[in-house]
């Protein structure tokens, strides 16, 4: 009787050893696949940074056009408006040159 309890005990020892060892080999499948699946998502982390960096650049290079766009306008706007202001005076010193002129 007890050479049958030791074979049952060695038989039930080996499934359970067996058991032991396919678990520990799923534990490790399950642990390289969410290292796997992490480091995914990191790499998807970096993109979605990397866009919105890109994106937040864009716009701030709109920004600065767009001011760069009116600091030019208003320049070439008092530019113009000297220009038009010292034409102004030559033709009134020209029409009160003439008008001396003609009094003469």
């Known amino acids: 009787v007890s050479a049958a309890e030791q074979a049952s005990k060695m038989v039930g020892e080996s ?3 067996k058991s032991a060892k396919v678990a520990k080999r799923a534990a ?3 642990a390289a696949r969410a290292k796997l699946a992490m480091e995914r998502a990191d790499k998807a982390a970096e993109r979605a940074t990397a ?5 937040v650049q864009e716009k701030e290079a709109e ?3 767009a001011i760069i766009a009116e600091t030019a306008a208003e320049n070439a706007w ?3 408006t000297a220009a038009a202001e010292r034409a102004a ?3 009134k010193e020209k029409a009160a040159e003439r008008d001396l ?4």
């Open 101 to 104: 002129a003609k009094a003469k």
């Open 63 to 65: 920004r600065e056009a």
């Open 89 to 91: 005076h030559k033709a």
């Open 78 to 80: 008092q530019v113009a």
């Open 15 to 17: 499934a359970a050893v």
């Open 28 to 30: 490790a499948r399950a």
């Open 51 to 55: 866009k919105v960096t890109a994106r």
